[in-house]
């Protein structure tokens, strides 16, 4: 099998089953997606007023199309979760007029955190969060013609902001177009059960994936599968659906 490499020179900011794939691959190929901070445009030197003036049409700044070679109408994606690297910085913060505190507070607020190798460091190291890296959004073209906002989740995936799916997991995407054309990004280095905010750990990352066309498998909408507990009263994974 062939490992690819997919810069972010290029990306999308929408689901569109008409996108030209920037990719074409064998099933059982693995692809690094190189994926910026999930806004496409906050950088490490941004200010409260430099998020305050943010432009919502470019995100979620997702890498792909990748269109994977057999993949039909009908099939399931299989998409394995290899490894996430950093690279030393994220940030976090309130966007005005966005999430569930858009009534509280009528300001943007940034934090920027710096990141080792498996801690996300806030402030001068008082308060510090393990590494837990993964994509926020991932998923295939839709079924319906036309661009496709891609913060809500839908059947192709989408922003599903799942924190268990890092190194290890396991999700299934249904196949609706021929090649799939699979994006992924919105790369988080930690975050809680859901946003609050509106944001996690937000982090310019590379994620490292497998992709296999299930022909003997059909679902409907995304499967999960975690390698490892999902809280600590558990003793194993689960397969979600």
């Known amino acids: ?55 919502f049409s470019l995100i979620h700044a997702l890498i792909g199309s990748v269109y994977v070679k057999g993949a039909k109408p009908g099939d399931t994606l299989q998409v394995e979760m290899l490894d996430f690297k950093h690279t030393g910085w994220g940030w976090s913060g309130h966007l005005k007029g966005f999430g569930l505190l858009a009534d509280d507070f009528d300001f943007a607020y940034i934090h920027h955190w710096k990141l080792d190798a498996d801690t996300c460091i806030f402030g001068t190291n008082d308060i510090q969060l393990p590494f837990e890296p993964f994509c926020g959004t991932m998923g295939v073209a839709p ?35 021929d090649g799939a054309l699979f994006a992924c990004g ?45 809280g600590k009263t558990d003793t194993h994974g689960y397969h979600v659906t």
């Open 143 to 177: 079924k319906e013609a036309g661009r496709i906002d891609t913060i809500p989740p839908r059947f192709n995936g989408g922003n599903i902001d799942i924190r268990d799916l890092g190194p290890g997991a396991t999700i299934w995407l249904p196949v609706f177009v």
């Open 1 to 55: 099998m062939t490992e690819h490499y997919l810069d972010s020179s290029v990306t999308q900011s929408f689901w569109d089953n008409a996108v030209e794939p920037r990719l074409e691959i064998d099933s059982g190929d693995t692809v690094v997606f190189e994926c910026p901070e999930p806004c496409g445009q906050v950088t490490s030197d941004w200010t409260d007023k430099d998020l305050g003036n943010i432009d």
């Open 186 to 230: 919105d790369c988080h280095s930690a975050q809680g059960n859901g946003e609050l905010c509106g944001t996690g750990v937000e982090s310019p990352m590379t994620a490292t994936l497998r992709l296999n066309v299930r022909k003997d498998l059909s679902i409907q909408d995304l499967q999960f599968q975690t390698p490892s507990p999902l």
